[in-house]
């Protein structure tokens, strides 16, 4: 027997998910997964009997509830669901899916607008967190047209600002999860490497382009190319996520905590050249970065991941700091990524190494692409 759910379907920044209004959903959180994997066609590498586009980006879920008797406007849980395996991992906060809630919320009269821009509060279970999404609405219209690009994303529109508030923390509720400003990892091949572990927004291991015998310029199609550091980039994430204390042996790390640590390459600016072939000279931007997720290389960069790199490059003694020109750094960064440039901003107080951020905040474009009815099975497990 066929069940029917009501979803939306919404590009949020350079990411696509499924919306679902949580009351469509069962409490029970194995009936919740079961659901979610057959509405998203997962396991299956191509995702063919459902609505996961067979990449990470487009294997998303944002499960939607107004809130009642709180200070914010809806509440919002984020899942990512795996491609090849029977998984649905809530840790962690996607950002570029963020980007299309306050207009899920509009779109679906969660929130009252107001003209020329409706702020609307989401508080994200995951890393219960607050994030003020600011959406343009002139005459207390939503509309997508806008002139605003962003990298990864073709054509342009509506200019989102979300800032994400006191983000520090957000998975292990610290800003350094070992709390090392540097963590040394020692490897199966009995080489050792140099990590920094950072929280904000997300938590991100970052490494230095040049310990894994990169450029930090390679497109995300020859990192996922390369079977051999796959591995190496895998084994280190998974060694991070143990001494986080999130599992016990790291060669779990792919079935346990698949999408959080995010492991991050990263590397001085040097002119390069994009997935489409354009050409990015370093002049134009302050770190590179090349980010994991789900166990492939991410077509550009996850904006959780981008915050907090702002946030990284400001603390003394990280790898980020280290690679970044100071000289210039005022409170926005640059972020080079395969597809282009992302610029970052952070509102912070920096005292003896010690951090104190307000808020970290980015723009993004998002709009609509359908709303209508998943069918799935009923009764079936995945």
Not at 20 to 32: F, G, Q, S, Y
Not at 273 to 291: N, P, Q, Y
Request: glycine fraction near 8%; proline fraction near 5%; charged fraction near 25%.
């Amino acid at each position: 027997m066929l069940k029917d759910i009501p979803i939306s379907i919404y590009r949020g920044g350079t990411s696509k998910g499924v919306f679902i209004d949580e009351k469509e959903l069962p409490e029970d959180l194995e009936n919740r997964n079961n659901i979610l994997l057959k509405i998203m066609g997962s396991p299956d590498s191509r995702q063919i009997d459902g609505l996961g586009g067979a990449v990470s980006t487009t294997s998303k879920v944002a499960i939607i509830s107004k809130e009642q008797t709180k200070e914010w406007d809806v509440n919002y849980t984020f899942a990512q669901v795996a491609i090849d395996k029977a998984l649905v991992s809530y840790a962690g906060n996607c950002g570029n899916i963020s980007s299309a809630v306050g207009v899920y919320a509009i779109e679906n009269n969660l929130v009252e607008v107001t003209a020329p821009v409706t702020c609307v509060r989401v508080y994200n279970t995951n890393t219960k967190k607050i994030i003020e999404e600011f959406i343009p609405t002139p005459e207390g219209q939503l509309t997508y047209e806008g002139d605003f690009e962003i990298a990864g994303v073709p054509g342009k529109g509506l200019k989102i600002k979300l800032a994400f508030k006191e983000p520090e923390g957000a998975f292990t509720g610290k800003l350094f999860p070992t709390n090392h400003l540097i963590d040394k990892i020692s490897l199966e091949n009995g080489d050792e490497v140099a990590v920094s572990i950072v929280d904000v927004a997300n938590p991100l291991v970052y490494i230095k382009a040049k310990e894994l015998g990169l450029r930090g310029s390679e497109t995300p199609k020859a990192i996922d190319g390369d079977p051999t550091l796959l591995g190496l980039l895998e084994e280190i994430r998974g060694k991070a996520a143990v001494l986080m204390g999130i599992i016990e042996d790291f060669k779990d790390s792919a079935k346990k905590t698949p999408g959080v640590p995010k492991l991050t390459i990263v590397s001085a600016p040097e002119t390069f050249l994009t997935s489409e072939g354009h050409e990015i000279k370093k002049e134009a931007f302050d770190i590179a970065v090349r980010m994991m997720s789900m166990q492939k290389a991410h077509k550009s960069i996850a904006l959780t991941g981008s915050l907090c790199t702002s946030a990284a490059c400001r603390i003394p003694g990280t790898i980020p700091y280290a690679l970044v020109n100071h000289e210039n750094l005022d409170k926005e960064l640059r972020i080079a990524h395969s597809s282009g440039i992302i610029p970052v901003s952070i509102d912070y107080d920096l005292n003896d190494k010690s951090i104190n951020i307000d808020s970290v905040s980015g723009f993004r474009t998002a709009r609509k692409l359908m709303v209508g009815t998943a069918f799935i099975e009923e009764g079936d497990r995945c």
